[in-house]
Every structure is written in structure tokens, then in C-alpha cells.
């Protein structure tokens, strides 16, 4: 089972909140303490959650389930794209189209028209049409392509749902809810963990925080499925074995002068429709 050290989240800074006035009093139990405005997160419950998430996580990806990657912040987009190809799964990280899932029959006809238009570009060369419509297939085809590209070949409606953010992806956790798809995420002092199955407490701002969640879930994947190597297994073991020093939460507090806190993603949700 992939495994997260002290060491990695307070380097990534994981455990920088939000400031205080702009905290979410259901994230309560997963805060330390405070720091010159800024709450900090307890790292201690940070490593136990992410635990349990990635445990569930490789136990749908065993099970040959379809996991969804989700990240549309402009921090989170090149690491969602990146570690999702790598464990052969899928990914949304340019914008969240409303009714992703819920509207899942239009989706499916928007894949399959991106599919015909990718069909037409490499097969025929939109051969025997003017450059004008071949501009406006053209056109069509590149964004259908930046919206559904990670999701061209997913076999259905996902099983699990990733996501970083869960504020700012509030229209996706919330479809995922309503059609009881679980989701897992990295939920920040002002989130609202009551609307996430698995949460993982974190700062979901940061990039080297956002790159450490996501390449830890990947690896999760990819453990799942059998497909990790005999020295991925050894890393796992060398990290398992590792012995975290003094109280983790207490390491966090004292880290806090040594790094300086990210800055906080102000871009809205994206919900826009099909």
C-alpha cells in the first residue's frame, strides 16, 4: 500500500490551512492549532486518512473498478492529466461541464462526435471539403478535446471519484453524490468534509501538495490493479517501516516559520454545461 511520510507533507506544506476567518467549522477536528492567522492542519490525522483512502482506492482499482480523476484549478491540471495517464485511469482538468454525469446520454453522443471528428482528421484528412468547414471541424474537434480528452475512453459512468478541491469541484462532488458514486478528496480547513466519503485533510492549494496527493493515489492505482514492480513494493516497505519522530501535529506547528505559506487559488467553480 502506498504510504505518505511526515517528512513529504511538511515539505509539500500540507499542512498549511486557509486563514482563520475563512475556515469551515466542520474541518474542526482535523485542525491543530493556529499560526499567525493561518490554521494548521493536524498531519497526524492527514497520514491515518489518506491511509484509508488509498486503501479503498486500490481496492476498486483491484476490483477492475473506473476511477475519475478531478482538478481544474490551474495548479491541479498538469498532475491530474499526468498521474491519471500513468495509472491508466481518468481525468477531468480543464473545466467540470454541468451535468457530467448526471446528463451522462449527452456526454456519451459529445464522445462520440470527438471520436468521428479524430476519425476524419487522421483517416481522411477532411479530404474533398473546403478549408472554411475544415476550420470548423477543426474548431469542434479541439474543444470537445480540451473538455473530454481524459474521458474519451472511459467505459461508463465512474465508479470512484478523486478529486482536489472539493470547494472549488462542488459541482462534481455533488453529481457524484447523487448518483452514490464514492468520493475521495483533499478537503482544506474551508471545506465541507460532510459532502466527501473519504476525506483526506490537507492544504489543496499548494502544487507540491497537489502533485504529492495525486501521485500518491496514482501509485494506489496502479497497486491495485498489479501493475506496480517489485521495487515499487520495496519503496512501499522502506516508507512503512520509516519511524515518524515526536508528535506529528507538534512537527507541523514548529515547521510553520520554516515554510512560507502558499497562496490561496481565488479562480470559481466551473460548471458550465454541454
Known amino acids: 500500500m502506498p504510504q505518505i511520510t511526515m517528512k513529504e507533507l511538511l515539505e509539500s506544506g500540507v499542512h498549511f490551512g486557509h486563514q482563520t476567518r475563512r475556515w469551515n467549522p466542520k474541518m474542526k477536528e482535523y485542525i491543530f492549532g ?4 493561518i490554521h494548521i492542519i493536524d498531519l497526524q490525522k ?7 483512502a488509498a486503501r479503498f482506492v486500490s481496492d476498486a ?7 475519475l480523476f478531478v482538478g481544474t484549478k490551474r495548479q491541479a491540471q498538469e498532475a491530474i492529466a499526468e498521474e491519471a495517464k500513468r495509472c491508466e485511469m481518468y481525468y477531468v482538468n480543464s473545466r467540470w461541464l454541468g ?3 448526471t446528463n451522462w446520454a449527452t456526454v456519451q453522443k459529445s464522445i462520440a462526435r470527438l471520436k468521428e471528428l479524430e476519425r476524419l482528421a487522421n483517416e481522411e484528412g477532411y479530404e474533398g471539403r473546403s478549408k472554411k468547414e475544415v476550420s470548423r471541424l477543426e474548431r469542434e474537434r479541439r ?27 462542488y459541482i462534481a462532488v455533488h453529481e457524484a453524490r447523487k448518483l452514490q458514486i464514492p468520493v475521495v478528496a483533499v478537503v482544506d480547513t474551508n471545506s465541507d468534509p460532510d459532502t466527501v466519503d473519504y476525506v483526506i485533510p490537507g492544504n489543496d492549494d ?19 490493479r498489479g501493475l506496480a514492480t517489485a521495487e515499487d513494493f520495496e519503496q512501499a516497505a522502506e516508507l512503512e517501516g520509516e519511524t515518524m519522530e515526536g508528535d506529528g501535529a507538534a512537527a507541523a506547528e514548529a515547521s510553520v516559520e520554516e515554510v ?15
Open 34 to 37: 493556529e499560526r499567525n492567522g
Open 46 to 52: 492527514t497520514v491515518k486518512m489518506f491511509k484509508e
Open 61 to 67: 482499482a483491484a476490483e477492475d473498478k473506473s476511477i
Open 99 to 101: 451535468g457530467l454525469l
Open 143 to 169: 474543444h470537445l478535446d480540451q473538455n473530454l480528452a481524459g474521458i474519451k475512453d472511459i467505459p461508463g459512468i465512474p465508479d470512484v471519484m478523486f478529486v482536489i478541491d472539493s470547494n472549488k469541484e
Open 206 to 224: 499548494a502544487l507540491r501538495a497537489i502533485r504529492l496527493f495525486t501521485n500518491k493515489m496514482a501509485d494506489a492505482v496502479i497497486e491495485g
Open 260 to 274: 512560507t505559506p502558499p497562496a490561496v487559488d481565488t479562480e470559481p467553480a466551473s460548471g458550465d454545461g454541454l
